[in-house]
């Protein structure tokens, strides 16, 4: 039995040098293969979520994210939606639109940005909408986050 | 049956925000399942009165939702300093020797009172205005008498206390000295973080 | 021979033949990882590459021929340490401008990410199928992805070893331990080695209630040698001085004064996790109870406080032995020896040696070189060009 336990913990520790080797190796693979299997994304409260709808303007598009509510069970009562507007160097000097972020063909609020200094007005339309919760300027666009109430709650 | 599955559907959040403080609270402690299951009740009994002043305070104003919307921040900033200091309280009280008489000092008075911590916990926790208490009111204000909504009220906070149930099993081990050492810390560590967050949301506004 | 002859004690390394046999295999990988083969388009690269290279063998044939593990691994630990603050500022100049972490840098996912994150995003990864960190899954610099993947790699093969041979943290906090011959505070309350897992237990609630990295906001002192976010608010600003305070005392300070690791062993959450690793892996620390004399040299020695009475009645460390190799090269019996488990402790100690710096030095060329390899880069790059990137 000793003689067993020693033959496996020297088979064992002989097994670690090709699973390093095998870990470093295949590094790229093995990422992808952590983020294919497991689904895992970067946090919606970081990243904004995916975009769901675009609109179309003269040079540029305004990209409406997904509204952020999650919790780490079921949604919180209050979140965000993330509006971008870019290619920087096509935008106005003012952005100036009405914003509808869960598509019921309702504007939910109103976006005022001055693309020069980032100063940016959001009033609300409805009652969802509670406020500004900052405006960013991205690597190629400018980011509009505005604080909203959960319709679903 | 209405309020209690609005409840369940709902009670997770509570848990979620309470857990931080009640986990290592209950691994300090060190008690048994069945001592921790009767602090359980005296924490979840603060709770309800939390619950209930906040829903007098939103009557007294006339306005459910936006009166009580605009204290949100004070109140929450009073509960986390609250809530941190019944937690240094906790860990740092001196516990009564058996047999011990005439003992003066705060450390001791706390020592005397032990159900002031965890009623004074789930007063402080109750104060959040958390999602499920909105939902609690706009269903009990639905109820059409009195009685309907208290009734419709207090099986929503049954619901919502469901998952508080499985905290008391960290009592099974108790045995183990380490465990406590561990709540010990971790109870200052999350008492300093609502300390600093409480402090800056009072003086916020 | 006569009865009064002494025979010499067996020297504890491997002879110059063997040990540049064993030094082979590592010799050729090392290589591959540092140069990426035969020299390209740049010969700074090349120049940084073989200068880590060298370096890297040498300390390993030393380790091989001399049989001391500890002395050895602390250059390459520190070196790893002072290096990755090099090339992480130099990283991060380069593709954002500066060191100041902006909300919009946050917003884009531009923010590395570190092992000491893991223990923050467990429980809502398990929950949500998200990791609350703002950075990139796949892309950009030390992305999510590549850190777990070698995290996890790392932690099967070598346990809490990873804190002594690959955390890039690690070194600072050692290098300081180091500076005084004798410590100034010469005992630590053994209840504050409690205190790591205290640490794991309150962010690791924290931050599934608040969906956002407790530790990294609040706790992390190596942000002072790193990257933070900009000073923009009270809060921000009492969270500054949170981890400044958190680095001078645990990372410098209290090392000097006591010689031991203290931020390693008192206070990172990483490590309790890293110590559970240890339950399962096939390496750790023993000692013999027939030769140890009961000097208690190795608990005196020992930088993260994993040896204590009862583990030389045992003959086993603590869980939280990183297997620096300290105590087996300060035991004035040899009592104390690498070893796998299943084997018989005492035989075979320098095959259980071996057989540990194997995996240990492929991954630290790999991971560890190449941020040594990148420092050197930036430095020369620097001298000639008059920029680090």
Known sequence: MQKLKGILGYTWAALLIPLVVATLFGMGDWMELLVSSTGLTVSPWFSGDVVARTVAHAGYETRIHRPVFRALIGERREGFVQVDWGPLEALPAQVDEEVDFDGDGQADFRVVLDTASGRATLTPLTEYALGLAGAYRLDDAWAVRAALKNPRR | MQGFLLGLANGTSCVVFCAPALIPFFMHEGQDVRQNLVTLFKFLGGRMGGYLLIGLLAWGAGSLLSGAAGYQGLLLGIAYVGLAALLLAAVFRKKAPAGACAFEGARARLSRWPALLPVGMGFLAGLKICPPLLLAFTGAASAGSLAGSLVFFLAFFLGTSVYFIPIPFLGVFRRVSALQIVGQFAAVIVAVYYLVVGAILLVAG | ?389
Request: net charge positive; charged share 15%; proline share 6%.
């Open chain 3, 1 to 389: 021979m006569t009865a009064q002859t002494e025979t010499k004690p067996r020297k504890p390394g491997l002879g110059i033949l063997k040990s540049l046999l064993l030094m082979l295999p590592i010799s050729l990988l090392s290589f591959l990882f540092l140069t990426g083969g035969p020299p390209g388009g740049d010969p700074l690269r090349f120049i940084a590459g073989i200068v880590t290279w060298l370096a890297l063998n040498t300390l390993f044939f030393l380790m091989l021929y001399t049989g001391k593990t500890y002395r050895y691994r602390l250059v390459l630990f520190v070196a790893l340490a002072l290096t990755l603050i090099i090339t992480f500022a130099a990283s991060i100049l380069s593709t954002r401008g500066s060191l100041a972490l902006t909300e919009a840098d946050i917003l884009q996912g531009k923010t590395p990410f570190c092992h000491l994150v893991i223990p923050t995003i467990i429980i809502p990864a398990l929950f949500t199928r998200t990791i609350i960190f703002p950075g990139s899954l796949l892309t950009g610099f030390a992305p999510i992805a590549s850190m777990l993947v070698i995290w996890a790699g790392a932690t099967l093969a070598l346990g809490r070893g990873w804190c002594s041979w690959l955390c890039f943290y690690g070194g600072l906090d050692e290098g300081c331990s180091r500076i005084l011959k004798k410590p100034v505070i010469k005992s630590i309350d053994r209840r504050w080695t409690y205190l790591p897992w205290a640490v794991l237990l309150g962010v690791a609630l924290l931050s599934a209630a608040t969906l956002s990295p407790a530790y990294c906001e609040w706790l992390c002192p190596f942000k002072a040698v790193t990257e933070a976010a900009a000073i923009t608010s009270t809060l921000i600003l009492i969270q500054t001085v949170i981890f400044v305070t958190l680095f001078v005392g645990l990372v410098v300070v209290l090392p000097i004064l006591t010689r031991r690791r203290t931020q390693c062993a008192l206070f990172c959450p990483l490590g309790p996790l890293q110590s559970l690793a240890n339950k399962i892996n096939v390496f750790d620390v023993r000692i013999d109870p027939e030769k140890c004399s009961r000097c208690k040299l190795c608990m005196r020695s020992c930088p993260t406080l994993s040896l204590d009475e009862a583990s030389l009645e045992s003959g086993r460390t603590l869980m939280t032995c990183t297997k620096c190799g300290q105590c087996v090269d300060a035991c004035p019996r040899k009592a104390i020896s690498f070893h796998i488990k299943g084997t018989k402790v005492g035989i075979g100690a320098n095959v259980a040696r071996v057989l540990f710096l194997y995996p240990t030095f492929i991954f630290f060329s790999a991971f560890g070189g190449g941020i040594i390899a990148s420092a050197i880069l930036n430095v020369l790059k620097l001298v000639t060009t008059g920029r680090m990137y």
